[in-house]
Structures are given as C-alpha cells and as structure tokens.
C-alpha cells in the first residue's frame, strides 16, 4: 500500500495579507485549545470514516505538512499534543518528511524547541519579499533582518531542510526589487525557494480594491502582468545559477530537497487532510480516486461533522483529466506510457489532438518520444493548458 501524506491545516494568523483568500484569519487565541481538541478528535475517527467510505487508508504516513495559517502561533504545548495524536494514529517512517509552515517574526523560542522535539526537519519560510516596504504594503508584519534572523535560529535547532516563499508582483514591486529579493535569498543558501506569480482573488482585499479603485491597499501598484512574467521568468535562470532546479511551475530545489508531500499532490498519491478547508485524496479498495474535504467556516468546523460529504469516486475521465493537469505541473511532466498502463491505450489517443495543438503553439513539448511536458512558455500560460484537457470529452 502507498504511503500516506498527511496535511493538517492550522488557520490562525496574526494579520490578514492583502492579497490572500485562504479559510484562515486572525482569532483570539481561545479558539487554539478548542480547535487542536478538534483535530484530535477528527484524526481518532479516520480509521472509522475510511471503512465507512470503502477507502484504502495506510496504516504509515512519510510526510506530515503543517500549514495554513500560522502553525507556530500555536502554544508548545498544543503543537506536542498535537504530534502525539498523529504518532498514535499513524506510524511515521524514519525519513518522513516533517514541515512546519512560518511566517518571519512569528516563532517564539519555547515553540522553536517544541517544532525540533516533535520531530519537525523542513521549515518553509512565506517571506514574499526580502524588502521591507513591499512586506509591509502587503500586510507582512517581518523586516529583512527578521526573516534572516528566524532562518538561522532554525538552523541552529538543528533543522537544516529551509524554504524561502517569493512572489512576483507585489504592489510597488520593480525589477530592481525583485532582484534584490533574489540575491537577499542567493545569500541564504536555502535548498528550496517556492517563487510565485501573484494571482489576486476578486474576494481578497486587494482584490476588491483592484475592481472598485482606491488606495489603501496598494492596488494602483500592483505590476503589469507582462512585467509580473518576466520576473518569474528572470528568477529561473537565477535560481538555476544557484544550483536551485526547477522542478515544479513553482517550485525550486538543490537535488533531494524536493518537497515530498506536494510531490503526492502532483502524482495523486494518497494524502488526508484536516481542519479547515482541508482536501483529501485517497483511493478506494477498487483503485477509484476519492476526493473530500471539509468546510471553509471554523465555527462549523468546530461544531462538527468535520467532513462537509462523503467521499466522491471520480470518473476514468475525470481521473484522466486531473492526471494530465497535476502531471504537467512537474518539470519531468507525464509518461505517455505510464497513462497508457493506468488509463489504457484509447483513452490516451482521445487526447492526442490536444497535444498536438498545444505542441504547435509552443506550450508543450514532447521528450524523447514518450513524455510531455510544459515548454518554458507553457509554464507562464499553465492555466490555458490545463483548461484545455479539462475541455476534453470522453475518450471511446
């Protein structure tokens, strides 16, 4: 049986960036107890639910992601009852890949020890920016200096795996910015960077004011997307001159560092999720994708059930599609004979003229006659390759 990925959403804040639209927030800090109370509660009645679902749940876990949200606003003594619920309801391997997500400045030492006792060894950084005004338009509460300040502290506790998070196109964001972000992170020697294109929701709050006008947010200042592209593009080649290869649309890492719970994600290996607005994947004893997740609204996930419907069991071509629109986020991208052996042959040439087409405008390439793969422009455009095979009827 797979290994199992599990992610456990923690959606504390304590500011609300302005460009996020996430099921997180800033709650008093009352809300902790009761919530890892009912974390506790959801993970003693997984092996319950699954039966229930007809669903393969492994007994063994190799990677656990804490994100959201916060984590370490967390009290020590929270995050050790919290750890302690997930050893007793799974077996760790000895590798797994334990990660904590942080935003700088919000780490105190008491929680640092309590992270390295669990056993945490990866610490993933939302920096977004390494200049001040730009964290500080965005309602980052972190300096410079904080953020490098919190990377050495974790080094020093032993916990060397670091990733350092960037966005491209932060309102008041130049060239000039951008590159200083990047060497700010070329002196850190981290072994993962995630470098993202800012991608503003109609519901955030910059969102609302880039529909409706004003200046609060910065809104007026937010780059043009041209601009946005080329920034990404430029911290490609950057990041490859540091020995940081891309290996995901977003995703940057020395050899072996990669992220192994977002790799499960984009390989649809089996992960559970809980907490709020937390997605789950896990296959049924017939081999069928099954896909959940809970509600978006913490009093009503506090009140319970923590599942807002049973399982779903996606259809071949629905699998098909999602095998082809995660696939094809990984640099290596999809092994035209690995989609004949899991979906048949027909149901691959069903998508033949897809391909084709998107070859021909120079958003995919094919490697070596059996695999596809995003080119370089395909990667800025990913969301028009994706919508296309999500188009694609059933295959005969």
Not at 133 to 150: I, N, P
Not at 220 to 225: A, K, L, S, T
Not at 361 to 379: H, I, K, N
Request: with cysteine.
């Amino acid at each position: 049986m797979d290994l199992l990925g599990l992610y456990l959403s923690i959606p504390f804040c304590r500011s609300k960036c302005t460009y996020c639209n996430f099921a997180s927030g800033v709650f008093p800090a009352a809300y902790h107890e009761r919530y890892i109370a009912r974390l506790e509660e959801d993970l003693r009645g997984l092996r319950s639910g699954a039966k229930s679902w007809n669903a393969a749940l492994p007994d063994a876990a190799n990677s656990i992601y804490l994100g959201g949200g916060t984590p370490t606003l967390l009290a020590p003594a929270l995050i050790r009852r919290l750890f302690t619920s997930l050893r007793r309801e799974f077996a760790l391997t000895p590798t797994a890949e334990i990660t904590v997500e942080c935003a700088p400045g919000q780490m105190e030492p008491p929680v640092l020890d309590a992270l390295a006792e669990c056993g945490v060894n990866r610490i993933s950084f939302g920096v977004q920016s390494f200049v001040d005004s730009e964290a500080r338009q965005t309602g980052r509460l972190h300096s410079r200096s904080v953020a490098l300040e919190d990377i050495a502290r974790v080094r020093a506790a032993g916990i060397h795996a670091v990733s350092v998070d960037l966005i491209a196109g932060l309102p008041g964001q130049t060239q000039d910015s951008w590159f200083e972000s990047l060497g700010v992170l070329a002196d850190t020697g981290v072994d993962h960077a995630s470098i993202y294109m800012l991608e503003v929701d109609d519901e955030s709050r910059l969102g609302r004011e880039m529909l409706a006008g004003g200046g609060r947010y910065h809104a007026q200042q937010v780059p043009e997307d041209d601009l946005i592209a080329e920034m990404y593009t430029e911290a490609i080649g950057f990041l490859a001159g540091l020995g940081l290869a891309q290996y995901e649309i977003s995703n940057f890492a020395r050899p072996g560092y990669e992220s192994r719970h977002n790799r499960k994600y984009w390989r649809r290996e089996p992960y559970l999720g809980c907490g709020l607005d937390a997605h789950s994947m896990l296959r049924s004893y017939t081999g069928a994708a099954l896909r959940f997740a809970t509600t978006d609204d913490l009093e009503g996930y506090l009140a319970g059930p923590a599942w807002r419907e049973s399982p779903r069991a996606l259809s071949r071509e629905e699998e098909l599609e999602e095998a082809w629109f995660l696939g094809l986020r990984l640099n290596e991208g999809m092994s035209l004979p690995a989609l004949r052996e899991e979906f048949s042959a027909p149901a691959v040439r069903g998508c033949r003229d897809t391909v084709a087409e998107l070859e021909h405008e120079g958003l995919l390439r094919l490697a070596d006659g059996d695999r596809v793969a995003l080119t370089p422009r395909g990667r800025l455009l990913s969301n028009e390759v994706f919508a296309r095979f999500l188009a694609e009827p059933a295959a005969p």
